[in-house]
């Protein structure tokens, strides 16, 4: 097992009474593409932007390539890429002007430079954008110049902060295809998201609330741990059929998927009296067998377990 590349312990940010992010625990291994799940206001860009030293935390530890984050920050500027939710390109300059800005802040100059842009300008697919103000760019274009912007220093730990929200699924695959070419190349990343087919392309995942580590694992595991059943319905009463799933105490979550009605089982509960209820009242549908949970049921099931507990 490698060793980690970057350890949190007990990471906590209040500000006044508010704790934002509290008593955060994980680990990071070398080249995996971890990813941070959560909520609006979970707390994800305040962990980022303190492994990023943009903010200083309130307590706890991060080390990373063996520096400590917060008293060595120095040592380890050079090898941390930092791609912020609200990217901060210079919006009056080019996309070759922003490249140079960026490369020269991480220490880059004259053919080091040039070629670290020249590499990805190609990579990225920036060739035909080079010479455009940034402030006419789609969202994707921004996307993939704050992409090479944020890694043309070459650091080894990357954290990419919601870098796909707006874009649409081709340049989303291609800015997935650009994160797995940096981590072949023996980058780690660090990338928040929303979107949960992504998630399921990540090494491994962390997910948080309000806060609070609530789960951390790779996605399979994370969804056989569920320790709950899903199963889909199939009936023309689809509509009927959900209300009726809602009465059953045993069903804790019910959804409409299509023409199916979609069910999650409460932990140890044996689905067979479920159904045998339902057929009782009159509906007619087909179950089809229990399939792994998706991350969209595990992610359904936290905000409701972290709202029980509130
Ligand atoms: N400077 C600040 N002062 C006060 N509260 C803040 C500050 N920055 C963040 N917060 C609060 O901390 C919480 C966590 O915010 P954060 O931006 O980390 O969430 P997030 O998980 O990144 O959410 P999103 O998915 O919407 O980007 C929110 O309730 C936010 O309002
Ligand atoms: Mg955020």
């Given at each position: 097992?490698?060793?980690?590349?970057l350890e949190v312990e007990a990471l906590t940010k209040r500000f006044g009474d508010f704790t934002a992010v509290e008593d955060l625990t994980f680990e990071v291994e070398p080249e995996e593409v971890f990813g941070f799940l959560g909520p609006n206001g979970a707390g994800k860009s305040t962990t980022i932007k303190m492994l990023c030293g943009v903010l200083a935390p309130t307590s706890g530890r991060a080390r990373?390539?063996?520096?400590?984050?917060?008293?060595?920050?120095?040592?380890?500027?050079?090898?941390?890429?930092?791609?912020?939710?609200?990217?901060?390109?210079l919006e009056d300059l080019t996309v070759s002007e922003n490249l140079a800005?960026?490369?020269?802040?991480?220490?880059?100059?004259?053919?080091?430079?040039?070629?670290?842009?020249?590499?990805?300008?190609?990579?990225?697919?920036?060739?035909?954008?080079?010479?455009?103000?940034?402030?006419?760019?789609?969202?994707?274009?921004?996307?993939?110049?704050?992409?090479?912007?944020s890694t043309l220093h070459r650091p080894r730990m990357l954290?990419?902060?919601?870098?796909?929200?707006?874009?649409?699924?081709?340049?989303?695959?291609?800015?997935?295809?650009?994160?797995?070419?940096?981590?072949k190349d023996g980058m780690t990343i660090l990338v928040t998201t929303h979107n949960l087919g992504e998630a399921d392309q990540c090494d491994r995942l962390a997910f948080?609330?309000?806060?609070?580590?609530?789960a951390?694992?790779?996605?399979?595991?994370?969804?056989?741990?569920?320790?709950?059943?899903?199963?889909?319905?199939?009936?023309?009463?689809?509509?009927?059929?959900?209300?009726?799933?809602?009465?059953?105490?045993?069903?804790?979550?019910?959804?409409?998927?299509?023409?199916?009605?979609?069910?999650?089982?409460?932990?140890a509960s044996s689905p067979a009296p479920?159904?045998?209820?339902?057929?009782?009242?009159?509906?007619?549908?087909?179950?089809?067998?229990?399939e792994l949970p998706s991350l969209e049921d595990l992610f359904i099931e936290l905000v409701q377990q972290s709202r029980r507990e509130a």
């Open positions: 097992m490698p060793s980690a590349i990373a390539l063996g520096f400590d984050l917060f008293t060595q920050a120095d040592s380890v500027r050079q090898e941390i890429g930092y791609m912020s939710q609200k990217f901060s390109l800005y960026f490369g020269q802040l991480y220490g880059l100059q004259g053919a080091l430079l040039k070629d670290a842009i020249h590499q990805r300008v190609m990579e990225l697919q920036l060739k035909s954008l080079v010479q455009l103000r940034v402030a006419g760019l789609s969202t994707g274009e921004k996307q993939r110049v704050a992409l090479a912007s954290f990419l902060d919601e870098p796909t929200s707006g874009v649409d699924p081709l340049m989303r695959r291609l800015f997935w295809e650009a994160m797995d070419d940096l981590v948080i609330m309000a806060g609070r580590l609530m951390y694992g790779k996605p399979r595991v994370l969804k056989e741990q569920m320790g709950r059943q899903v199963l889909e319905l199939r009936t023309e009463q689809f509509r009927e059929l959900q209300h009726a799933t809602k009465r059953q105490p045993q069903i804790i979550s019910s959804e409409l998927m299509g023409r199916a009605v979609r069910v999650s089982l409460a932990k479920v159904l045998e209820s339902l057929r009782q009242q009159g509906y007619s549908f087909e179950a089809m067998a229990p």
